[in-house]
């Protein structure tokens, strides 16, 4: 690598290292770059929403029409883009590709047309191999960028994949659980959002009900941190929700609640938790007073409590109410 390089990398990290907004360490960043790999272009894009588009974080000469391609319709359907995505991650230059890349959608109506005759790409990832968003450079000179500047583009790939993370904001919980467990986040909007390098999972997409009862209770300041989810068939989830911010995490997975209660006995103990008689509970779950009896009898043994208030305190503390059943 070229000692002009070196040297960049070392300002990009003393950059990078500041107490500047992200932006503007980006800005800075992006005008040093111009130093040492002339372009007449670039943009720092952050992953915006799962698997849908990007944010510019900074836009240094793209006119918006190629800003809003290159954070839109580039990131899903351009070939060179699609190849990094799913073979291999190195950075590509249009003269990179297997194919005739000037005869693509993207050169023909958006790059060409606005004097653009050579570019890269580079997409970011974070310390932990998640994606994070893009860099993006074009040139009006079909010689930029150089063989011996590429090098340079694979050593920013993680270096500004932290700088464009936006998963940097979320809290502790989204990354101290197992892969197997689903998670979303959604804010005021309402605008649901999945979590980049997290699986979603069938029941938290937009439009569920699961969603739209948390949707419902997190308007109505009813939302637990800890609860239970019946989707049906016996099926049973844990959800637990932390707040940060104005947003809301949410983290589901399929699993048996403690004490080996079933789906029925669980149901009977959230009844318990609001204080229902076996009256109301019978009527409520449209079985005899004698059945919520047994039902009773058997959740206070499961939980080796004495008393119907103990276990009521001992579920509400633990988080064991079944909501939306």
Not at 154 to 164: D, H
Not at 236 to 258: G, Y
């Amino acid at each position: 690598m070229r000692d002009d390089h070196v040297a960049f990398l070392v300002e990009a990290g003393a950059i990078l290292g500041g107490s500047s907004a992200s932006s503007e360490k980006a800005e800075e960043i992006l005008y040093g770059l111009r130093k040492v790999v002339p372009y007449d272009a670039a943009c720092l894009s952050t992953f915006h929403d799962f698997d849908v588009d990007h944010n510019s974080l900074v836009n240094v000469g793209y006119p918006d029409r190629v800003l809003d391609h290159l954070d839109s319709w580039l990131v899903h359907n351009d070939p060179a883009y699609l190849h990094m995505r799913k073979v291999d991650r190195r950075p590509l230059r249009w003269r990179d590709t297997s194919f005739p890349y000037r005869e693509t959608f993207s050169a023909q109506e958006v790059f060409l047309p606005a004097g653009f005759n050579e570019g890269i790409t580079v997409r970011l990832y974070n310390r932990l191999g998640v994606y994070t968003g893009n860099l993006h450079a074009s040139m009006e000179d079909v010689h930029h960028p150089a063989d011996e500047d590429v090098p340079l583009f694979v050593a920013m790939q993680t270096m500004l994949g932290g700088l464009v993370d936006r998963t940097r904001s979320f809290p502790p919980p989204v990354w101290e659980v197992d892969d197997a467990v689903n998670c979303v986040c959604f804010y005021p909007g309402p605008v649901i959002e999945g979590v980049p390098g997290r699986p979603t999972g069938p029941h938290l997409a937009e439009g569920t009900p699961l969603i739209a009862m948390l949707l419902a209770r997190y308007a109505e300041q009813r939302l637990p941190q800890q609860f239970w989810w019946h989707s049906g068939g016996g099926v049973l989830h844990a959800i637990t929700t932390t707040r940060w911010e104005n947003r809301v995490l949410v983290l589901e997975e399929v699993a048996e609640p403690p004490f080996g209660l079933s789906v029925r006995e669980l149901e009977v103990l959230t009844l318990l938790v609001e204080g229902r008689t076996n009256v109301q509970i019978a009527t409520r779950l449209l079985i005899s007073p004698k059945t919520v009896a047994k039902h009773v009898e058997r959740v206070l043994h499961k939980m080796d409590v004495r008393s119907r208030t103990e276990a009521a305190v001992r579920a509400q503390r633990a988080g064991l109410v079944l909501l939306g059943a």
